[in-house]
């Protein structure tokens, strides 16, 4: 069935499930969000139906406070996701908490700290891992399916591009179970790139298929963020820990954003490389770990990428010659590949069917889906959107031959805290609220374990600033939340280095994670440690632990982002040139402006340090002629900002 307008397609599914609709979506950019929006209004307006979502990461475009927050963002915002572009109504209804009571909203991955302060989606939201959602849902009596597709080019098929995550998986459990087939629905974006392989599906696989004539509204694009030192350093530490020949699997964010510029680095400027490296860590590049785990010369074999979201940093590795390394589906061919015992025809076939990449959904910048639809044939085969059950465990079907493709597999993902025993806190707050989710993280912890070459490494940065403007720990001795239990500890990262925790004592993982932990808070982890019985009474800390401050960091690293090695932006950025100094301005403003004191101290600045230079920053954010004295003292502050974060 194809149609061309949305209450069609909402009349088609009614006539499918009567009154009551349980919805899966797609999470992150595989949701149809106008006809989603459609069928919401419909089942607003008459409280007769009642309406459950199954999904999660509901992207929300953000919105911005009032001042200039809201100057700087707003113009962004409307380039950046489009005029036009439809945000989801459940998503502002229920983080207003303002959901009626015919609809209920049920997300396994929230968008990182949007929705902290809604009591409905706390309350409903689900603890799962990445693999068992397909299960959860089933259960919960779904009768429709909606999913955003890429029609093929020239040809006749759909392509579930971007999210074949679950879908596939789901409707396996549903006819496991001996459930009812729901009704599949799909919307056609013609922004969308077309995927083939296992993404790719006949059009009668769904029951309707939307074709909306007219342009569709630009796909939703995560603003790339700016990388810190502290970042840049997490990543350099990384990057050692990649062996040529492997396997790799990153998270999204600029953690992910700086390993990937260190592993690009490391292979187009290898000198440089390691001249970072001995700065950060004189003898890092000839340690056992590195020697026996990883490696800092350019990769010859090259990497092979299998990790449940696909993001800026695999377009990066792959123009960078570093994604190359390809799998196939055969064991046996996949036995000879890996002891260099490959026939001509496993070559051959090598070059024509295998893949440099293996995803389970991707989301990123307008650059990433830009290179997804330009890909050439010959290169666009060698990249595999499947189901998740294959990505996130070996446990999918067929271990011997996942096995075999994920050799010398890293596994880097990010947490926001780990105690000093090697339990990392990556999703949830200790008093209940959930930041973001489980998603995939256990399960890769767990298939790191399990693969006798692979190794979880878990990247987070060793200070935080907190509301009032002091710094905490987040290397802590402990905490009310745990998102990877201790015994599952691997190799845990921070800026001042690398603590590798597998098969430790307690008392080593302590020593370790003490030499990875800022400076000014040693002191106190160790004397809980000794009180907990974990380090002996007379311990004292090496003298080379005291060297972990951000300042030294800093002192470190400047020559180094001086000569252009450590962009503030290295893998592109969204924001025009006045605009990446105005975020570096505003984010000054805001650290310094979040006490009390802090703002009266910046007013008096800003009042003594004049109106400042940057005409076109001003001229930007509205301020080139200021009217009235909000605005004059908003030019002002500003000014000040801009002229404390010149370069």
Known sequence: MTLTRLDEAVAALLAYTGKDIVLAAPLGLG??????????????????YTLGIHTALSLTPPKAAPGLERRFLAPFAARHFGE???????AIAQKKDALPANIHVEEFYLQSGSLLGSQ??????????????ARAVAGRGVNVIAHK??????????SLSCNPDLTFDLLDEIARRGLPKPFLIAEIDPALPW???????????????????????????????????????????ASALVKDGGTLQIGIGSLSDALC????????????YLRLLAALSPGLADSTLVREFGGTAPFAQGLYGASEMVNDGFMHLYEAGILKRRVLDDVEAMRRLNADAATAEDLARLEAEGHWLDGGFYLGSHDLYRWLRELPESARRGVGMTRISHINELYGGNETL????????????????????????????????????????YNFVAMAQALHDGRSVLLFRALRENRDGHMSSNVLWNYGHTTIPRHLRDIAITEYGIADLRDASDEDCVRRMLAIAD????????????????????????????????????????SFRDEGLLPDYPLGSDFTAVEQRLVKALGWLKSTTNTRGGKVRAVLQALAAGKGDDAEAMQRMGLGAPKGAAEWLEARLLALALQKTAS
Not at 122 to 129: G, H, P, V
Not at 198 to 213: G, K, Y
Not at 264 to 271: D, V
Not at 531 to 537: D, E, I, R, Y
Request: glycine letters at 8%.
């Open 519 to 558: 400076a000014r808070f040693q002191a106190g982890l160790i004397q809980h440690a000794k009180a907990g019985l974990k380090l002996a009474s007379d311990y004292s800390p090496p003298i080379s632990h005291a060297r972990n401050s951000d300042t030294m960091l800093a002192q470190t690293l400047r």
């Open 195 to 237: 995927i083939g392989g296992t993404a790719a599906v006949a059009e009668d696989f769904f029951d309707a298929v939307l074709e909306i004539p007219g342009p569709a509204p630009q796909l939703f694009a995560l603003p790339r963020a700016a990388v810190s030192d502290a970042e840049f350093a997490i990543g350099l530490y």
């Open 261 to 272: 510029h260190a592993l690009a680095l490391r292979h187009q400027r290898n000198a440089d």
């Open 120 to 133: 409905q989606a706390q309350r409903s939201y689900t603890s799962l891992n990445y693999t068992h959602v």
């Open 84 to 90: 036009d572009f439809e945000a989801l109504d459940y």
């Open 31 to 48: 949701k149809p969000h106008r006809l989603i929006n459609a069928l919401y209004r419909h089942v607003t307006a008459d409280s007769t």
């Open 149 to 158: 597709v890429a029609r093929e080019p020239g040809g006749a098929r759909l």
């Open 402 to 441: 996942e096995r075999l493709q994920r050799r010398d597999a890293r596994f880097f993902n990010t947490c926001m805290m780990m105690s000093v025993l090697g339990a990392a806190t990556s999703d949830a707050l200790e008093n209940g609220p959930v930041v973001s989710g489980v998603g995939g993280q």
